[in-house]
């Protein structure tokens, strides 16, 4: 029963999340770019990455994540530069621009739709402490 139970809260958020409310959508049109694109943007907005690291994160292949890269780059919204430790590494940082547009995409994807804003403040409360312990970072 108790598995039966989990898959069903399981698929319930994965519904609510990538189907009934997936802001993913709206998130490309105003940064008119697509969302691997902005993973790898907000990837590198919390912190450099190598390319490497960046193409782990993001589950491509070397040859795509130089793509988003470029893309990224002639936006002006991260930088590539030589790793200091080693010239065959490169590292991506964000620009300043970089930054703002991942804050902007973060205020996007982080906006609770509306049926989470009509629910009773002790409901609220109970779905963010259960999902509090489930949560790992």
């Given at each position: 029963?108790?598995?039966?139970?989990?898959?069903?809260?399981?698929?319930?958020?994965?519904?609510?999340?990538?189907?009934?409310?997936?802001?993913?959508?709206?998130?490309?049109?105003?940064?008119?770019?697509?969302?691997?694109?902005?993973?790898?943007?907000?990837?590198?907005?919390?912190?450099?990455?190598?390319?490497?690291?960046?193409?782990?994160?993001?589950?491509?292949?070397?040859?795509?994540?130089?793509?988003?890269?470029?893309?990224?780059?002639d936006r002006g919204l991260v930088e590539r530069t030589r790793h200091p430790e080693d010239r065959r590494c490169k590292?991506?940082?964000?620009?300043?621009?970089?930054?703002?547009?991942?804050?902007?995409?973060?205020?996007?994807?982080?906006?609770?739709?509306?049926?989470?804003?009509?629910?009773?403040?002790?409901?609220?409360?109970?779905?963010?402490?259960?999902?509090?312990?489930?949560?790992?970072?």
């Amino acid at each position: 029963m108790t598995t039966e139970t989990a898959g069903r809260a399981w698929q319930a958020m994965r519904s609510l999340v990538l189907e009934q409310h997936d802001r993913r959508a709206e998130v490309c049109q105003v940064l008119d770019m697509s969302f691997i694109k902005i993973k790898a943007l907000y990837k590198v907005a919390r912190g450099p990455m190598t390319m490497r690291e960046l193409t782990d994160a993001l589950a491509t292949d070397k040859p795509y994540t130089t793509l988003v890269v470029d893309f990224l780059e002639d936006r002006g919204l991260v930088e590539r530069t030589r790793h200091p430790e080693d010239r065959r590494c490169k590292i991506v940082t964000v620009t300043e621009k970089g930054a703002a547009e991942a804050a902007k995409a973060t205020a996007i994807l982080n906006a609770p739709p509306e049926p989470f804003l009509a629910l009773p403040a002790d409901d609220l409360a109970e779905l963010d402490r259960i999902l509090a312990k489930l949560a790992v970072d």
